[in-house]
């Protein structure tokens, strides 16, 4: 069947989903003001369906009633109809749409509200296309309201935090609390998309961190991405042992970092998809351009990048080092929480300081000591400190003790990763901490539930 994609910039993604029977009409990214032009120069047979997202109206659905209106005109002069399926979560979608639909038959509307555009819903919009747009609603209101695709809660039971961060699941596969740690996420409002940078002076153990709140936010159905800003020594290479093999091969995906950072909304055609819901984007050990370097990792370019990210992901998480931060400085009010790794011993705790001090102005640093929260890497249960054990709130205590003047508040704990013999097999196993064993899968879930709650 020939389906004629109109996505915008969201050409790319959608056009993934657009497998057999469909076959696309336009190869080329289109909205929909371009489309009757299109349409009037086609060689080609005409489309049999059309999609429609809310990249192809980038004014919205009521500065662009028109054009859609002219584009539903047209459909309905080919042959018999040809179905329109518009997916979108314009809050002004039910006055506009549910005129058009008086209009033409042949036109729906799938509504969305959750930060990106979920995988149901497309795969329920081309069921609909190809049925020929006259399915009937999935969750028809008594009321007669606009059709959606969101899943209605059970009365009386409270959804769970991540799961607003979730894609919808299908009919009967709603995750349901198997663990403390998911029956204390179902107490938790309602969360947005979020920012989290971890960070930390080298050798605490962020790189390990970030790695690992990526990978388990993935498990629990977050869609994520970790970008490694740390340009020199690029340590998620370690981790993820199938990037820097295909990035041997294809050398455009070796300078994937410096490809997000000139063009983000492009991130599927740049990024590393290590597997399920999480994506990757760093630079293999073999670019050494550092002109290209110095002129797309600034604050400008990286404040975009994590704009339109926010848009795509429920959860981007970045390794950013203290002295990296030093040429990003001003690109940290775009980031929602920052997660300080301090392992559990007065040398961490005065470095950390330290590097704070030397790498950011006053008010920036005071900006993220009101952001941060402390992640007590590598904890080592026996070390003491002034004769008590040196626990991990003990870390915290000791950053907002005055210790220096650019960190006067004591931050509060998000968590620990317990200190095991194996810590650093991850790098040879190329698996996650999370993925081998229920301690450290409690232990990162745990964390990254405290840093998400409450931040923005």
């Known amino acids: ?39 009037h120069n086609l060689t080609a047979p005409g489309p049999e369906a059309v999609l ?8 919205g659905l009521a500065a662009e009633r028109r054009v859609i209106q002219a584009v539903l005109e047209l459909c309905a002069r080919m042959d018999t109809g ?10 002004l979608h039910t006055e506009v749409s549910s005129a058009l639909r008086r209009q033409y038959s042949g036109f729906s509307v799938l509504a969305y509200d959750t930060p990106r555009l979920p995988l149901q819903l497309i795969e329920e919009a081309f069921a609909r296309l190809k049925e020929g747009g006259r399915s009937a609603q999935r969750h028809s209101q008594a009321s007669g309201g606009p059709e959606t695709g969101q899943v209605s809660e059970p009365a009386g039971k409270k959804r769970s935090f991540l799961d607003r961060f979730r894609s919808k699941p299908r009919s009967g596969e709603a995750p349901a609390a198997t663990d403390p740690l998911s029956r204390e996420l179902a107490n938790i409002s309602r969360g947005m998309s979020r920012v989290v940078a971890v960070t930390g002076h080298r050798g605490s153990g962020l790189t390990s961190t970030a790695v690992n709140l990526a990978a388990e936010a993935a498990k629990r159905g977050l869609n994520t991405i970790l970008v490694d800003l740390d340009t020199d020594y690029r340590g998620s290479n370690l981790y993820f042992s199938g990037f820097d093999e295909q990035a041997r091969r294809d050398e455009h995906l070796g300078s994937s970092l410096i490809r997000m950072l000139a063009r983000p909304q492009d991130y599927r055609q740049s990024a590393f998809h ?4 999480l994506w990757m984007s760093t630079l293999s050990y073999g670019f050494q351009d550092k002109r290209a370097i110095g002129q797309f990792l600034t604050s400008e370019k990286l404040a975009g990048m994590l704009s339109a990210l926010r848009s795509s992901f429920n959860l981007v998480v970045l390794d950013l080092p203290l002295d990296v931060m030093r040429t990003l400085e001003s690109s940290l009010i775009h980031m929602d929480t920052f997660g300080l790794c301090v392992p559990n011993n ?17 008010d920036s640093a005071s900006y993220l000591n009101a952001k941060t929260k402390v992640i007590v890497t590598r904890y080592n249960h026996s070390l003491r400190f002034r004769s008590d054990l040196f626990a991990p709130e003990k870390v915290s205590e000791l950053l907002g003790s005055g210790l220096s003047d650019s960190f006067r508040f004591e931050p509060p704990l998000a968590g620990y990763v317990p200190y095991h013999q194996d810590f650093d097999l991850q790098i040879e196993s190329d698996i996650p901490l999370v993925n081998s064993g229920a301690e450290f899968e409690s232990a990162f879930g745990k964390i990254l539930l405290r840093l998400m709650e409450g931040s923005g």
């Open 346 to 362: 007065l040398y961490s705790v005065l470095s950390t300081l330290r590097n704070i001090e030397l790498v950011l102005e006053r």
């Open 52 to 59: 429609i997202t809310d990249e192809a109206l980038p004014d």
């Open 82 to 91: 040809v179905p329109v399926v518009l997916v979108t979560r314009d809050p």
């Open 274 to 277: 290590v597997k399920g819901n």
């Open 1 to 39: 069947m020939r389906l004629l994609l109109l996505a915008g910039t969201n050409h790319g993604l959608m056009s993934v989903h657009a497998a057999a029977p469909w076959s696309l009409v336009n190869h080329q990214e289109l909205r929909v003001r371009e489309t009757p032009e299109f349409i």
